[in-house]
């Protein structure tokens, strides 16, 4: 057997969940997406803590809007802090490209542009529905990013 087809195999068993889940992306080995190793969460551990870290441009934040994505399709609410606007974009409906066109074909899924029910909020004048907050429940460091007090 293969070291793809033994990879395969134990990506299959360790993915394998009673319940509703959803897909994420595939597993890689060398560098290479192996297709029909899908790496899916189920939703019943959707409730637990969870830490997505790596250096920048790992995909950190990809994860995360694909987390986003996969419980507001499962009719779930999410809340975000989006300090720097990363997941704003999920409100509307991407489009396709080369690269994401050939990204699909490897994950054996097809590209479907949605847009994600979003509500902005903001304790400033920004747009978005505006939040109610004591000083004391700010904080130093936020009350600081707000006076712009850096």
Do not use: W
């Not at 989006?82 to 994950?107: M, P, V, W």
């Amino acid at each position: 057997m293969s070291d793809a087809a033994k990879f395969s195999e134990v990506i299959k068993a360790g993915y394998t969940f009673k319940g509703e889940s959803f897909k994420i992306g595939c597993a890689m080995l060398d560098g290479q997406v192996i297709t029909g190793t899908d790496v899916i969460i189920p939703l019943k551990t959707m409730n637990r803590h969870g830490l997505v870290a790596g250096a920048t441009g790992t995909g950190k934040t990809k994860t995360l809007q694909m987390l986003t994505e996969g419980l507001s399709e499962a009719s779930i609410p999410v809340v975000v802090m989006d300090i720097k606007g990363d997941f704003s974009g999920i409100a509307a409906a991407g489009s396709a490209n080369e690269k994401l066109t050939a990204r699909c074909q490897q994950l054996g899924i097809t590209f479907a542009p949605q847009a994600y029910p979003v509500e902005l909020l903001t304790l400033s004048n920004q747009k978005g529905t505006r939040l109610k907050a004591t000083v004391t429940e700010f904080g130093p460091v936020l009350l600081s990013k707000i006076l712009g007090a850096e």
